[in-house]
Nanobody, 124 residues
Framework: QVQLVESGGALVQPGGSLRLSCAASGLTFRSYTSGWFRQAPGKEREFVAGIYWSGSSTDYADSVKGRFTVSRDNAKNTVYLQMNSLKPEDTAVYYC?????????????????WGQGTQVTVSS
């Protein structure tokens, strides 16, 4: 049974930092490209960042470039999202995703597996 479990979400002040983790099990994680998506109340789910299965390439939404960094540790079956200089508009539920041996895509339907999400709230 494939599981993606996100953690690290919290309430943080504007300008603060958080690191989200996504632990994968039930699949050969090093063969899976991973993406992070987020969904704010009343808004559609949107792509945030992605990392190729080998870690050789990454992609980011324009809204987070220069502030967020995606990385992975295949030995630990874990992908990370380091979020710096957080803004109130980053408030959302963040989801981890995976797709096997394919390039990064910004399209949510392109991912086969999803985690349950972790809440990030940026507020003073």
């Amino acid at each position: 049974q494939v599981q993606l479990v996100e953690s690290g979400g919290a309430l943080v002040q504007p300008g603060g930092s958080l690191r989200l983790s996504c632990a994968a099990s039930g699949l050969t994680f090093r063969s899976y490209t991973s993406g992070w998506f987020r969904q704010a109340p009343g808004k559609e789910r949107e792509f945030v960042a992605g990392i190729y299965w080998s870690g050789s390439s990454t992609d980011y939404a324009d809204s987070v470039k220069g502030r967020f960094t995606v990385s992975r540790d295949n030995a630990k079956n874990t992908v990370y999202l380091q979020m710096n200089s957080l803004k109130p508009e980053d408030t959302a539920v963040y989801y981890c995703t995976a797709r096997r041996l394919l390039p990064i895509t910004t399209v949510a339907s392109g991912y086969d597996y999803w985690g349950q999400g972790t809440q990030v709230t940026v507020s003073s």
